[in-house]
């Protein structure tokens, strides 16, 4: 199986990287390209066989890959982010948290919504029968 992105791909799509990066977006885009297939598995959809069926969805599966993969690039090495912050000017506070405090690659549900492993969905469950009994 191969990964769903390069590094060139990451520099052709998004930005620069520099050489010390390359290196670790070169063993993220492995790692991320497995949390993929995994993702699908636990939601019953074989990754590759979606590309194979429909070219146009490795697209989408390489700007999921290469999104996550900017993302790590993006956090400090070594560095756990803090959970919440809060800056404040004057009269104007701004507060936030940062999504990856646990310092692990995850995906993102709006990258489980671009890949279809998320969707919303409606219905009733009759927890008591039909009502026909």
């Known amino acids: 199986m191969s990964d769903y992105a390069t590094v060139d791909d ?9 050489a010390e990066e390359q290196e670790r977006a070169e063993a ?10 995994v993702a699908g598995i636990s939601v019953g959809r074989d990754v ?3 590309i194979e069926d429909l070219p ?8 999921v890959t290469v999104g996550v993969v900017l993302r790590e690039l993006d956090t400090p090495a070594g560095q756990l982010p803090a959970t919440q912050q809060t800056e404040t000017t004057g009269s104007v506070s ?24 998320k969707k919303q969905r409606y219905g009733v469950i009759e927890m008591w029968g039909n009502g026909n009994e």
């Open 10 to 18: 990451i520099i052709t799509l998004k930005r620069s990287i520099t």
């Open 28 to 37: 993220l885009i492995s790692l991320v390209s497995d949390i993929i297939r």
């Open 48 to 50: 590759d066989q979606m």
């Open 56 to 63: 146009e969805y490795a697209s989408v599966v390489k700007s």
């Open 94 to 117: 701004l507060s936030y948290s940062l999504p990856n405090a646990s310092d692990t690659i995850r995906l993102w549900p709006s990258d489980l919504k671009m890949l279809g492993f």
